[in-house]
């Protein structure tokens, strides 16, 4: 059984407060309010250990840094390749997808990732004002 964290409890907190998927150095100032001598190290050993229990989420969206979600129901996200936010987002069913790769596959596939780039509203509304 695992050992109750208040630190931990405050990361997983702040979390759940949040839908713009942050990274470890964003969830580490907004605890350090709460927790001022907590050590980054210490925010990075828990969100690797909430990822590994299941209890968040590690996105690897193809910036070089993790990003994290407290949401962990199947669902999908948008990166913005010009600011580099991530959101939600929400298709509906997408079960035809898993099928779809079965009938392609010989294996057995038990789950899927997959992230969906181009340039948010705001970055988009930038780009058609500037061109």
Same mark, same amino acid.
């Given at each position: 059984? @695992?050992? /109750?964290?208040?630190?931990?409890?405050?990361?997983?907190?702040?979390? !759940?407060t *949040?839908?713009?998927?942050?990274?470890?150095?964003?969830?580490?100032?907004?605890?350090? $309010?709460?927790?001022?001598?907590?050590?980054?190290? $210490?925010v /990075? *050993?828990?969100?690797? +250990? +909430?990822?590994?229990?299941?209890?968040?989420?590690? +996105?690897?969206?193809?910036?070089?840094?993790?990003? =994290?979600?407290?949401? $962990?129901?199947?669902?999908?996200?948008?990166v #913005?390749?010009? #600011?580099?936010?991530?959101?939600?987002?929400? @298709?509906?069913? !997408?079960?035809?997808? @898993?099928? %779809?790769?079965?009938?392609? =596959?010989?294996? +057995?596939?038990?789950?899927?990732?997959? /992230?969906? /780039?181009? @340039?948010?509203?705001? #970055? %988009?509304? &930038?780009?058609? &004002? $500037?061109?």
């Amino acid at each position: 059984m @695992l050992k /109750y964290s208040r630190q931990r409890e405050a990361i997983k907190n702040f979390l !759940m407060t *949040r839908h713009d998927h942050p990274t470890a150095d964003v969830v580490y100032s907004n605890v350090r $309010t709460e927790f001022p001598n907590i050590s980054l190290g $210490t925010v /990075y *050993r828990n969100l690797t +250990l +909430l990822a590994d229990l299941g209890e968040i989420s590690r +996105l690897r969206v193809g910036d070089g840094v993790d990003h =994290f979600d407290a949401d $962990t129901h199947p669902h999908y996200h948008f990166v #913005c390749n010009e #600011c580099g936010s991530v959101t939600d987002l929400e @298709l509906g069913d !997408m079960s035809g997808i @898993l099928a %779809a790769a079965a009938r392609e =596959f010989n294996g +057995l596939i038990q789950g899927h990732v997959t /992230y969906f /780039y181009g @340039l948010c509203p705001h #970055c %988009a509304s &930038k780009a058609r &004002k $500037t061109s």
